[in-house]
């Protein structure tokens, strides 16, 4: 045994004396020998689970042949050590699994002598050399990949513990297991900060430490991680699962990094149904761990989670997601599970990852309905929320995307009202997502890279409103973080999809209110269904108000002289990540309408507004960014002057058809023909557009006050009444 | 009957005499009625083909349903009556097969009464109102478009020729068919010089003329297809199979355009076999035109042709590819073109497609070889050539490209010795190719942009060498005309395979030579293969030499400091492309090698060459383009300067992992560590790579005089002596 600080001894010394709940028999976390057992027999049965299955044998052979790696930390994120660590997590997982499986004793061999020399080394380390973290980790740079180390490692003990002499585990679990439970824990100032929080890095470091009282039968470990450090329900995994989501399954931080937390909630959730089914787990808060798991497959486009908030591009594909369905189906036997499952094409090796595989092969599965639906924000379901609305089926159906929430702590944006639309299979009008090269050693060691803040998070890298060239609360998080949006109401029919959602704080020192009514309908005669969007901002006093458009794909024409500069680009003037974008085109225009169409893959984009004198600017990312971590991306701004109460009335369409292949063009001109806005005040906006080839306009009327739906309105528009019950009249 | 220009009506009145041959029974081109019958016997049975047939009969159907519009010429490309024209004889000539297969009236009557349309419609009209063709048409804004209008409907007369009155039949052959022959043969005297000219549009122009001579009888039109305007073999078809094609097939156009030209050759080629089986014509030039089908598809990565000369974006599902294969597969019966054609999932509607549908319901398909092939360019073959170099299988391969061949007419650019590198489904170096937004009316009509001219032409968006910031030849097309690069060698043996070209002639003003020696292989130890390329400027005077390397992905890494501008970017300097470059850093390098590393969806590529002391620049291309023709793409330039012979020797390598699912990032630091020149002389060029992790170096010895590949060498290096046979030395 070799020395290590007296300080993990007691610690160690300490928790053993925990040690007071039953053993369970092993494994006992996320796989039983039963299930085992069954995955033996199933292999060649099932072939997506005997390919996961051949993946976790290779992965464990070839770390087996490779020998034990056990690196003294020092690298970043992407670096030799951090990357070390990982693979001999996984390795010692995919081993574990594979024990339990084959009964071959090379693999608990592997695990154990592994878990020998990490607990050798685990004493003897201080913190991580690489300082980058506001929560210093020992093994990484921070403690939430220690958490991610340690709950795959002790599935991994958990599988081979039987096999393990116990003078072995005392050694594992003194030296190794306990004190980083320990240092998770409480090992800093920061470390019991983040145990305690409400944040998905608390739910990493609850699993792995709750996991790792259910193995190793030491009760305190489990208490504190399911009621936080004091044991009283303060903090721990209960209370997360009231606090972080939504009555919808909403998670505060988004759907990307619900992607990431849905991993430890699913996992120790497993847990603690195998080992306290009398916790009744999944059935907490109306199964709002089923629900979760739901608003998440329902926050994509095409099986690819969307970009809002810190969001990188990630897909259903990833183990985690592949992880919390298969428990999800465990756990809730939902049929359309088993269709994501299906298209995930790999299997978690576990009781859940079984289950899932057999179900699919006895031909359970149903389709997965993506629907639109309004997601609500907060504990309570009143902290504003995200409308998806989708048109048509499959991998082309329109999707459009209204966020309306609450902050959502750290990797939140300054995004109130923000809107993002897919079509066709892209994103058409698109949400930065996060300034980040995950795991690119070389880019901010992986990190977020300082654009994110300076760019990414701010108002104008999002498509919604932005007052006077500052960001919303002046981009300061602990004021954004105090207040929400509220969703006013929300009617997704099919016929006629509006939401309507405002915002009273964002500029709150400006006393600007801000309403957006978006209505996504078909009108008669034309192919693809059209967004409405009402962008309402009152204010007692004048402002700026830009409106951008951020796109993808090439700016074909417009309405405008779009010249671009040719000799020499200038930042947009100031701060709020104005400064990263190069100004290509500045214009002053005077006409009802300004509007600009592009094309990406083979169709078209036109978006229309009823601008009348103002400003438009054609952006593009990447000024002020000399390391360049910003991706060079195209936008349209357009501006407003001097005005207290603007409303940018819009129409978004897609349209016609561009094939390379045939040669062939059609509609690559708007069906609109003209935006106007016939109406517009505290009570009603009413926008009437003209479309091309088309005798009858479309029109639609947003009320802007009543919200209950079943009020009675009348508005004379022209010399003509309209009458209707309701939010909203639309004549398409 | 309409009242039509006398010109019209003599020069029809010219053309009926000429009514000499024997009339074919009908349809004789590219369908028999036995084939028909095939066809209508087959349906259900071949159900890709079963596809096709359902989208001619949807296509005909909504035709005919949507009535007869047959407007008069106002718009380009893309516009509406250019569009409509195109609809129409796609319409026919759809119509004109559901005829001959289902034999119902109302598809013959529809061919008929729009031919009338036409006939009464074209001799009205005077030259098109559009002016943007140096050869203007009068349907369309050029007469190739008119070319393939008559492609396709003499197709559509050629099916229900029988079904229409004698008495239409001369109406419609004297006021629509003759005239619109003699108009695309000598209606103006650009039509004159194009029909007679060795070029794409005049085998369309001939392609059109001779079958429309082939269905009315009239050998005068063959013969002026065939022979050109004198009919004495001056000009025509058989002349171009002769001058257009080198013995390998390879197009001078390059593949971009060898696709859309391999259409017109190949069906009338088929006419040609079907109605004169005695010109053997697919057995020209020991099968030249088979030989060209297969250098089309070996010139494509996964499918898509390669972007070289004025290339847009277009795959094997081109309707003119899968005309030419099938009309390949049904000359020659290689059964290696059914790998292709399941591929396409399309077929010609004719006794082409179905001749090769049913060989694969057959089961007679082979796996389609792509393999690394030398292509010649010239009719002589001495023009130069491409090389093209492939690694591995599948749509994840490697393949490199060299182009060094002789202008290629028009379409051509200043390229010479150029490189492309493209890997892992993706092209990573890239070619600009085409500045052109096809069939998009606000882009300059959906022709070339001006900036085809000024940029993607000019050797600087290239990844070639560049002296003195001016392009090959100066960029003078008459100039470039007159010279072809020269292929020195090539040995494309799957360990190591190498190409040597130089060019002597692109900077003759300045009396530089330049030659580039690629090697591609794959040192012991290293997970993907590299690539060797050494670039020898030799001048009696002093110059500066720049090296681009055009790329796709986001630079994550480099050896120098690659801080950005951050407040204000410029043009580079000067003309030739440079001008449309925005210079996103400039420095001044000093240090034995020079390295960037992008990422590119889940891999690594890092390019190091040896510069010394030398300067680099970022670019991104968009400057100087007002009307955003160009799309926003990045370069790495490496810059020598005031030298008289300079080497440049670099390693591109593709490397490592990126799996944002998983999270896991390996190998983001190329293997190679050093890349030195360590002979350099007019005999040998000597390269020699330390590879980290690795004691040995990689060695290679590139011969720069003698060619025969069998001659005795000699080097002493370090003390060592190196013997070997033959054009290069390597150790790996």
Redesign the interface.
């Known amino acids: 045994m070799k020395h290590y600080p007296i300080i993990a001894l007691i610690a160690g010394a300490i928790l053993l004396t925990g040690c007071e709940a039953k053993k369970a028999s092993h494994p006992c976390l996320t796989l039983t020998q039963a299930d085992a057992q069954q995955m033996q027999k199933s292999l060649g049965k099932y072939p997506v689970f005997d390919k996961s299955y051949a993946y976790a044998q290779a992965a464990a052979d070839s770390a087996i042949a490779h020998g034990m790696d056990v690196p003294v930390p020092h690298d970043a994120a992407?670096g030799y050590t951090h990357?070390q660590h990982?693979n001999n997590y996984y390795a010692m997982y995919y081993a574990g699994i594979l024990y339990q499986v084959t009964g071959e004793a090379r693999y608990a061999t592997f695990v154990r002598d592994m878990l020998h020399a990490y607990a050798d080394l685990y004493p003897t380390l201080g913190m991580h050399p690489y300082k980058g973290s506001p929560v210093p980790g020992k093994l990484f740079w921070q403690t939430l990949n220690e958490s991610v180390w340690l709950l795959h490692t002790i599935q991994a003990y958990d599988c081979v513990y039987e096999t393990i002499e116990p003078s072995e585990r005392e050694y594992i679990e003194a030296n190794l297991l306990f004190p980083v439970c320990d240092f998770i824990e409480k090992g800093t100032q920061a470390n019991y900060d983040t145990f305690n929080r409400m944040h998905n890095h608390a739910t990493w470091a609850n699993a792995a430490v709750g996991m790792t009282g259910y193995v190793t039968g030491n009760r305190e470990l489990v208490d504190k991680a399911l009621y936080g450090s004091a044991k009283d329900g303060s903090a721990g995994f209960l209370k997360q699962l009231n606090e972080l989501f939504s009555p919808d399954g909403y998670f505060t931080e988004g759907a990307y990094y619900l992607r990431y937390a849905i991993w430890p909630f699913m996992l120790f959730a497993q847990a603690i149904e195998q080992n306290e089914p009398e916790l009744k787990i999944f059935e907490r808060r109306d199964g709002i761990l089923l629900k979760a798991v739901n608003a998440l497959l329902q926050q994509a486009y095409n099986g690819t989670i969307i970009r809002a908030n810190d969001a990188?591009?990630?897909?259903y594909?990833?183990?985690e997601i592949v992880c919390a369905v298969d428990i999800a189906y465990w756990a809730g036997r939902d049929a359309e599970l088993l269709d994501i499952a299906e298209q995930q094409g790999s299997f978690v090796l576990s009781s859940a990852g079984i289950a899932t595989a057999r179900a699919i092969a006895e031909g359970k599965k149903k389709d997965f309905c993506f629907k639109s639906t309004l997601f609500h924000d907060g504990a309570d379901g009143d902290k504003g929320g995200v409308a998806i609305i989708r048109r048509g089926e499959g991998n082309k159906q329109l999707m459009l995307v209204m966020k309306a929430t609450a902050h959502g702590l750290s990797h939140g944006h300054y995004d109130k009202l923000t809107l993002s639309l897919y079509d066709n299979g892209h994103e058409i009008l698109t949400d930065y997502g996060a300034a980040r090269?995950?795991?690119?050693?070389?880019?901010s060691g992986?990190r977020y890279t300082p654009e994110n803040d300076t760019y990414a998070m701010q108002t104008v890298a999002h498509n919604t409103l932005v007052a006077d060239q500052e960001s919303h609360f002046k981009g300061d998080y602990n004021t954004s973080m105090q207040y929400a949006s509220r969703i006013c109401y929300a009617d997704l029919n099919d016929t006629c999809s509006v939401v309507a959602a405002e915002d009273k704080n964002a500029y709150r020192d400006k006393d600007i209110s801000m309403r957006r009514t978006i209505a996504v309908l078909q009108p008669q005669g034309t192919e693809y269904p059209m967004t409405i969007d009402i962008v309402r901002a009152t204010s007692p006093s004048a402002h700026t108000y830009d409106l951008p458009f951020h796109y993808n794909g090439?700016?074909?024409?417009s309405s405008f002289d779009?010249?671009?500069e040719?000799?020499?680009?200038?930042?947009m003037a100031g701060g709020y990540g104005y400064e990263h974008l190069?100004k290509e085109c500045e214009r002053e225009v005077e006409s009802e309408n300004v509007w600009f169409?592009i094309?990406e893959d083979d169709r078209f984009y036109s978006v229309t507004t009823a601008l009348g004198t103002g400003k438009v600017y054609?952006t593009?990312s990447?000024?002020?960014?000399?390391?360049?971590n910003l991706?060079?991306e195209?936008a349209v701004i357009f501006r407003k002057e001097g005005l207290s109460d603007y409303t940018f009335a819009s129409v978004i369409e897609p349209h016609g058809l561009?094939d390379?292949?045939?040669?062939?063009?059609?509609g690559?001109n708007a069906p609109t023909e003209k935006v106007e806005v016939v109406y517009d005040g505290e009570d009603y906006t009413a926008v009437q557009i003209a479309i091309h080839g088309r005798e009858l306009p479309v029109l639609f009327i947003a009320v802007n006050a009543a919200e209950e739906g079943k009020e009675e309105h009348r508005l004379s528009l022209n010399g003509k009444t309209y009458n209707w019950t309701g939010n909203y009249y639309v004549q398409q």
Chains 1, 2 share one sequence.
């Open positions: 992407g990357e990982k990188l591009k990630k897909t594909s990833t183990q090269f995950l795991n690119i050693e070389s880019k992986g090439h700016l074909i024409n779009s010249r671009r040719t000799c020499s680009l200038r930042p190069w169409t094309l054609l593009r990447g000024a002020n960014d000399p390391n360049m991706r060079s195209p561009f390379p292949n045939l040669e062939l063009t059609k690559a």
